[in-house]
């Protein structure tokens, strides 16, 4: 391709509001343009990147043994009222209605459509196990669309869906669909873990996600450097030092009350005793499905919500209010677990084994000393509802756990027989006998994978591509392009390597090459070729945009050495 036609606006300066370097890069180097909040077109270049990663999730896919289909993104009202999520779902899904007043939304996911199409088409079970897939436009009406492709209201998603008629054979599924998404993510060059997430359901099934590290991620993963754990924060376990050791041996001063007036939160009373909050027992008065119960944590952490759920085997939890506080015998800011004994208590295991803690004394403006959780407070039932804290070891190795942001950009998800029930998809077995078929699905945000690349491949010049995702594997650059020299040297290295199946970008703009050089690191395809000053000796210089090396070569050796770099 010569540069002189093509389209690409590139830019000195972006939008303020482009906060995410990928974003920011992707409209300096005139691979995209938006047209409205998290809705964006692809220019020449932008394409080309985005479907090379969709060739190698389509080669995976396929090497998988899924099956490529194509669904429509206009959906029937009916479909999402019969499986429940039209109501569920939320303002996130796209709704419209046609000429006749009947609705429809805008696909934002396909298990409706996929297992309505395989209720109708598949009936026994000598036709599973199945696994389909498409490469398909999406619609969410995010709440917040932001940092480019990473969060759009229209996006392409990957999502495949697999139809199994056991539990084992869903098992199988899934971990082909695993290990393609490792092999996937792998090949774009993404630095990457497999985290063990939340189902959502109580009591929930498998399900992963990949994610992509980043700064500019929105999700926190716990991982351990030294095993191979790794997990989202809602999701994660460690262990504290002090949960395995318990100093009751020791003998300690005894509980005291200590006046506190005014002093509620953590912070002001870690300040006014002088005390660590890693020594004061936080008490978190939660109404869980209408039945209230005390939750107690070391205070330097955090009551995680969805571990508490289950826990609790509850949909629901609530704070409670300041009356209902008072209706056990205590007051809000003041709640501490001793001699409360109306009420259900729970502990963290952060609080196990502490000594000389900080309570509150069920009394406005006190507090309790010297309290030693084995001593004073009893037999109490030890649960983790936390979010893991700095310091936590492995739960299988004992290693310090280390923390990382992570970008989202593939999901792997054991359904089980939601929506074939729902609606109706069901086998016959080899007796004739009906049963519901048992599906996962796995989805990768394609688009969202563009920009994760650019996250992590990048400096402060521009993009520098992986060679699989490069939109050209070579930016040839022609100096003057008025010298006839220089342009029958380009032309002849142009058709030697294009000839040889390497995809080249020729600049053969009349610009300055200052402009030029800084458009080849902005644009950041893995080899630049300069034909310049040496034309007459049939020199070229060469320049690695990831390693940054220049050298000169003869013209003779360039086929050679374009296998030895990208072979
Ligand atoms: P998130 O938590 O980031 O909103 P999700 O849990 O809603 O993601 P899924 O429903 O599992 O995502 O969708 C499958 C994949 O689609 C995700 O792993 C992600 O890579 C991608 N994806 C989801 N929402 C968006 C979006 N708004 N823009 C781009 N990609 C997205
Ligand atoms: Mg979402």
Redesign the pocket.
């Known amino acids: 391709m010569r540069q002189q036609r093509l389209l690409n606006p590139t830019l000195r300066d972006v939008p303020g509001d482009a906060e995410a370097t990928s974003h920011r890069l992707m409209l300096r180097a005139g691979l995209i343009r938006q047209l409205s909040s ?1 809705i964006y077109s692809y220019l020449p270049l932008g394409l080309k990147a985005l479907q090379h990663i969709q060739t190698i999730v389509r080669e995976e896919m396929d090497r998988a043994g899924a099956q490529e289909m194509l669904m429509p993104a206009l959906h029937p009202a009916e479909l999402w009222k019969a499986s429940g999520r039209w109501d569920v779902y939320g303002p996130e899904l796209m709704r419209l209605e046609d000429r006749n007043g009947r609705e429809f939304a805008l696909g934002a ?1 396909h298990e409706e459509v996929i297992t309505t199409l395989v209720k109708d088409e598949i009936h026994s079970y000598k036709k599973l196990p199945v696994t389909l897939y498409q490469i398909q436009t ?1 619609y ?1 009406d ?1 709440r917040r ?1 932001r940092f480019g ?5 229209e ?1 392409l ?1 990957k ?1 495949a869906y697999s139809f199994d008629r056991s539990a084992s054979g869903l098992d199988a599924s899934y971990q082909a669909m695993f290990n393609a998404y490792v092999n996937i993510f792998t090949r774009c060059g993404l630095q990457f873990r497999a985290v063990e997430a939340d189902s959502g359901a109580i009591g929930g099934t498998d399900t992963h ?2 994610m992509a590290l980043a700064d500019v991620g ?2 926190t993963i716990v991982h351990c450097p030294s095993c191979q754990y790794a997990a989202n924060l809602e999701k994660a376990n460690g262990v504290i030092a002090n949960e395995s050791t318990s100093s009751t041996n020791v003998p300690h001063a005894q509980p005291t009350k200590v006046h506190t007036p005014g002093v509620t939160s953590i912070k002001q009373l870690s300040q006014f005793l002088t005390t660590k909050p890693q020594q004061i027992i936080k008490s978190v008065a939660v109404q869980a499905d209408g039945a209230p119960v005390i939750v107690l944590i070391r205070g330097d952490l955090e009551i995680n919500e969805i571990k508490l759920k289950q826990v609790l085997s509850v949909d629901e939890i609530t704070m409670l209010s300041e009356a209902e506080i008072k209706a056990l015998g205590s007051i809000a800011g003041f709640i501490g677990p001793v001699g409360l004994s109306t009420v259900k208590l729970l502990a963290d295991t952060s609080i196990r084994g502490l000594n000389n803690a900080v309570v509150g004394a069920n009394e406005a403006d006190y507090h309790l000393q010297h309290v030693d959780v084995q001593r004073d407070l009893g037999a109490l039932t030890y649960v983790d509802v936390r979010n893991v804290g700095q310091g936590e070891s492995c739960i299988h190795c004992g290693h310090e756990l280390a923390f990382a942001k992570g970008i ?4 792997v ?1 054991k359904l089980g027989t939601k929506y074939s029930e729902s609606l109706g998809a069901s086998f016959s077995d080899e007796n004739g006998i009906s049963e519901p078929m048992i599906m996962g699905c796995y ?3 394609v ?3 563009l920009a994760a690349v650019i996250e992590q491949h990048q400096d402060e010049r521009g993009i520098i591509w992986p060679n699989a995702i490069a939109p050209y594997s070579i930016h040839l650059l022609t100096v003057q392009v008025k010298d006839e020299a220089q342009m029958t040297l380009s032309e002849e290295i142009y058709h030697t390597l294009t000839s040889a199946g390497y995809s080249v970008l020729w600049d053969d703009r009349e610009e300055r090459p200052g402009v030029k050089f800084n458009d080849a690191d902005l644009l950041g395809f893995p080899l630049r070729l300069t034909v310049g000053k040496k034309t007459s000796e049939r020199i070229i210089e060469c320049k690695e945009r990831r390693q940054g090396d220049v050298y000169e070569l003869n013209v003779e050796q360039l086929l050679t050495h374009c296998q030895s770099l990208f072979n």
Request: proline content about 3%.
């Open positions: 998290g996911t999406k969410r995010e669309p492709l990473l969060r759009g209201r996006f998603m999502d996600e990949f929105e999700d989202e950009v593939g999901h998800f989805g990768i945000g688009s969202r994978v």
